[in-house]
């Protein structure tokens, strides 16, 4: 079976700095990964994705994750965060040859100005 | 192009009845999931299906079902509804037959409230 770990429930930063939201998985199988974003009252949103390649993976708005296998870690990052990215962030990961996404818990990024 | 369609919105039900949830997917989408969203349990997958069978199945009880029809719309019903159920309902579509890329559309939910 497949897991998810989001270490931060909340993570405050102010406007224009960088950020940084981890995420650890654990799966005995090749696992696909990503990161959505939960904006209020909506649905989720897909930031990026790792499949196969590069470990440096570029998403929407800026953001960016490194996917590191010996460490089955995949941490989401911008290097300056808006006042808009106030949200909700989830990280999934995917079995290969199934569609099921198990997420983590969340974590709430809080921008303030 | 249209998003994932999810009606109602929101709806309010008391415990004891049933909800029927709706979900139109993406044109052109086959591949239907529904998952749960609650402040305790987060994100919970439900089922899945693709040309109305269900290829997968969450760890639910059997008041939760749901079914998919010719055109690719799919729904949900939960039966003898409890608290518990009181939860955001997000529907997600797939656009291709591939389960090793197709990316997941989510609709807005139908937020469900039983008291």
């Known amino acids: 079976a497949q897991s998810v770990t989001q270490l931060d429930s909340q993570v405050p930063v102010f406007e224009e700095a960088p950020v940084e939201l981890r995420c650890n998985y654990s799966?005995?199988?090749?696992?696909?990964l990503f990161w959505y974003v939960q904006y209020p009252n909506q649905g989720l949103q897909l930031l990026l994705k790792y499949l196969s390649g590069s470990t440096l993976v570029k998403g929407i708005n800026g953001f960016e994750a490194e996917f590191n296998k010996s460490q089955t870690s995949f941490h989401l990052r911008k290097p300056s965060v808006h006042i808009s990215d106030t949200a909700e962030y989830f990280c999934?990961?995917?079995?290969?040859?199934?569609?099921?996404?198990?997420f983590g818990t969340g974590t709430r990024l809080l921008v303030s100005p | 192009k249209a998003g994932v369609t999810q009606t109602p919105r929101y709806l309010i039900k008391t415990r004891g009845q049933q909800v029927t949830l709706s979900c139109s997917p993406i044109?052109?989408?086959?591949?239907v999931s529904w998952y749960q969203q609650t402040p305790g349990q987060g994100l919970q997958f439900l089922f899945e299906?693709?040309?109305?069978?269900?290829?997968n199945k969450g760890n639910f009880p059997g008041r939760f079902s749901g079914r998919q029809f010719s055109n690719s719309r799919s729904e949900m019903n939960v039966s003898t509804l409890e608290l518990g159920d009181s939860a955001l309902y997000l529907c997600?579509?797939?656009?291709?037959?591939?389960?090793?890329?197709?990316?997941?559309?989510f609709g807005e939910g139908s937020r469900l409230t039983v008291l």
């Open positions: 044109s052109g989408h086959r591949s």
């Open positions: 997600a579509s797939s656009p291709t037959t591939d389960l090793n890329t197709g990316e997941l559309f």
């Open positions: 999934a990961v995917r079995r290969t040859g199934f569609q099921k996404l198990v």
């Open positions: 299906y693709f040309s109305e069978t269900q290829r």
């Open positions: 799966s005995s199988v090749s696992v696909y």
